[in-house]
């Protein structure tokens, strides 16, 4: 396997964007009400700290996890330091090669 070295380029700006629209999406499930189950009388929920315990509760996680910017990381401390913070294992951190 063949490592590649993480740049900012065209690629990176639309992986930022990407992650941009996701970070939006969070903040959005922090503060859209919801619907109940008919279980509970299908109401809608308006009270915020209902609504963050539920997203906390089910994608928060899983989205979050999702934007850690672990090749942004790498970028930027190569612009300053001129080295990796991962060492000789940032290639690692790819789950797909071209």
Not at 10 to 19: A, P
Not at 24 to 53: Q, R, W
Not at 84 to 91: E, K, T
Request: net charge positive.
């Amino acid at each position: 396997m063949a490592l590649l070295e993480t740049r900012f380029d065209t690629l990176f700006i639309v992986n930022w964007l990407v992650n941009l629209v996701f970070i939006c999406d969070m903040v959005f499930n922090f503060v859209l009400p919801y619907k109940e189950s008919s279980k509970k009388g299908g109401g809608t929920v308006k009270d915020h700290k209902k609504i963050a315990k539920r997203y906390f509760s089910s994608w928060f996680t899983i989205d979050l996890i999702s934007i850690l910017p672990f090749d942004s990381v790498e970028v930027f401390a190569k612009l300053s330091t001129g080295k990796s913070p991962f060492g000789s294992n940032a290639g690692t951190l790819q789950t797909i090669e071209p």
